[in-house]
């Protein structure tokens, strides 16, 4: 499990990042993608799609890091990055 604090970003590539709700991934099927007791390995990309919101993110730093996109219910698109908790 990967527990990320995250940021979001509106108004462009310049604007300033706000604080979010931590993001906790966790994958596993035949072999673990983001196993619990492991990072996911740098290029792993994720996509998600719900009612409640869609983002699409990939991992950076051996997992410490991530960088993508995200659309929560009733908002526009935001910028959308994390770094690991420790």
Do not use: C
Request: charged content about 20%; overall charge negative; hydrophobic content about 35%.
């Amino acid at each position: 499990m990967a527990v990320y604090k995250t940021q979001i970003q509106w108004g462009g590539p310049n604007a300033d990042w706000h604080d979010d709700a931590d993001l906790t991934v966790v994958i596993n099927n035949r072999d673990g993608v983001v196993p619990a007791d492991k990072l996911p390995e740098t290029g792993t990309q994720m996509s998600w799609a719900s009612p409640r919101g869609n983002g699409q993110i990939t991992f950076f730093d051996d997992g410490t890091s991530f960088a993508g996109s995200a659309q929560f219910k009733g908002e526009g698109p935001v910028g959308y990055r994390g770094q690991v908790k420790r």
